[in-house]
């Protein structure tokens, strides 16, 4: 875009997006499409250009002041013209615009940058409005109760794929049986996913059922036999269909005792979970709290990604060292948590980049984890809002590593 526009101007606002996948869209509106339409926000008046297809359920159902048609704007001729594309959004967009006496607008990040040029061609001035996902950041009540419907679906999911786990019987190698078949991360997650697709959850960005090893990575989706006595990091973060509201959970479960070095870390992650939890308040920064965990986990012998937090020596732990080059990290290698909301990571940020005070009504993770490529990885995270007196947790799964 040509510039960016202040924090707190509040100029016309044009969004052209579809609200499946652009929070703004759905946030603003309340009305879920899946096709791009045109949004001005301008004032106290919120306008909607929809198709026919959608005009009449967009005048039901979003929050807009006025919904318009696109055949207004001469849509149908334009088409008939053989217009197409950007060209056709534009020229309508310029139609609309015009009507209203409206020549500079502001845009999200994620304006289309083919429709952007096509709409500065026709002498319309753009803006990216800066902060604008911060208007999504205090949860009102209604949002509130959506993210809890989601957090409560995702405990119950997880309960059924660790009930799976201790029904299973241990086989050769110790790898475990279900049913009279092979037991695998692949058949854990569907579990999972089976169960949340019941109670009107999708997982659009997966779920993690990482055994032994392979949890070292923590974006690792999980693959193959799973085995008695070997960690599991399972994180579950689904989206509920029908109102958009994502939550995310994280438990580290075994069958049976894992190894003494897992129990080490797993004991070490829950408290610095427990000590992230009770530091957040109104007016921290999500930095501060990163910090305070990452000092208790250097503290126990184990590395940060913060500089001068590495023990290159190894004589605090034995092959917890790590130099640059070397391969996975090892240690507390993320960030503490995030905001959680129309999208699975937004503002605010717990980590390096959190320097906003967290504010009541922000709703957040505390997701500590440690990770040695030599055996695994243990995370633990809850979801939790912001109140006026510290923060209440919206998850109640138990914190239970053998199973």
Not at 11 to 24: K, M, N, Q, T, W
Not at 43 to 67: C, M, P
Not at 311 to 336: A, M, S, W, Y
Not at 353 to 377: H, I, K, R, S, W
Request: aromatic share 4%.
């Amino acid at each position: 875009m040509s510039e960016t526009a202040t924090a707190g101007e509040t100029g016309p606002l044009l969004i052209v997006a579809d609200s499946y996948r652009s929070a703004e869209q759905y946030h603003l509106t309340r009305f879920l499409a899946p096709d791009a339409f045109i949004t001005l926000q301008q004032g106290d008046d919120l306008v909607i250009l929809a198709s026919s297809l959608e005009y009449g359920r967009a005048s039901k159902e979003s929050r807009a002041t006025s919904v318009r048609n696109l055949d207004e704007f001469g849509f149908r001729e334009l088409s008939a013209a053989g217009v197409k594309g950007d060209e056709l959004s534009a020229s309508i967009i310029d139609r609309f615009l015009s009507d209203r006496g409206v020549r500079v607008v502001d845009v999200p990040r994620a304006f289309p940058l083919g429709l952007a040029d096509a709409l500065r061609a026709k002498g319309i001035a753009l803006a990216v409005r800066a902060g604008l996902e911060e208007r999504r950041r205090t949860k009102r009540p209604d949002e509130l109760a959506a993210i809890e419907a989601t957090q409560r679906a995702t405990k119950e999911a997880w309960a059924l794929g660790v009930e799976a786990l201790r029904r299973a019987t241990v086989g050769a190698d110790r790898v475990l049986q279900l049913d009279g078949a092979v037991f695998t991360a692949e058949r854990l997650r569907a579990i999972v996913e089976g169960a949340l697709l019941e109670r009107g959850c999708g997982s659009p960005e997966g779920t993690i059922c990482a055994p032994g090893a392979q949890a070292a990575d923590p974006h690792q989706n999980g693959t193959g036999p799973l085995r008695a006595n070997e960690a599991i990091v399972m994180d579950i973060y689904p989206q509920n269909n029908a109102t958009r509201y994502y939550a995310d959970m994280t438990r580290t479960v075994s069958k049976g005792e894992p190894p003494a070095e897992i129990v080490r870390m797993y004991d070490l992650v829950r408290r610095a979970q427990d000590a992230g939890i009770a530091a957040l308040r109104p007016g921290v920064s999500g930095r501060e709290v990163h910090e305070l965990v990452e000092d208790l986990i250097f503290a126990a012998g184990y590395d940060t990604l913060r500089p001068g937090q590495q023990h290159r020596t190894g004589q605090d732990r034995p092959g917890q060292q790590h130099r640059p080059g070397e391969g996975t990290p090892r240690g507390f290698i993320h960030g503490l948590g995030h905001g959680v909301g129309l999208q699975i990571h937004e503002a605010p940020s717990l980590g390096r980049a959190g320097t906003t005070p967290l504010a009541e009504g922000d709703v957040v993770t505390v997701e500590p984890g440690v990770y040695d490529p030599a055996v695994g990885g243990v995370r633990l995270e809850d979801m939790l809002v912001i109140t006026a007196e510290g923060a209440r947790n919206l998850t109640r799964a138990p914190r239970q590593l053998v199973i």
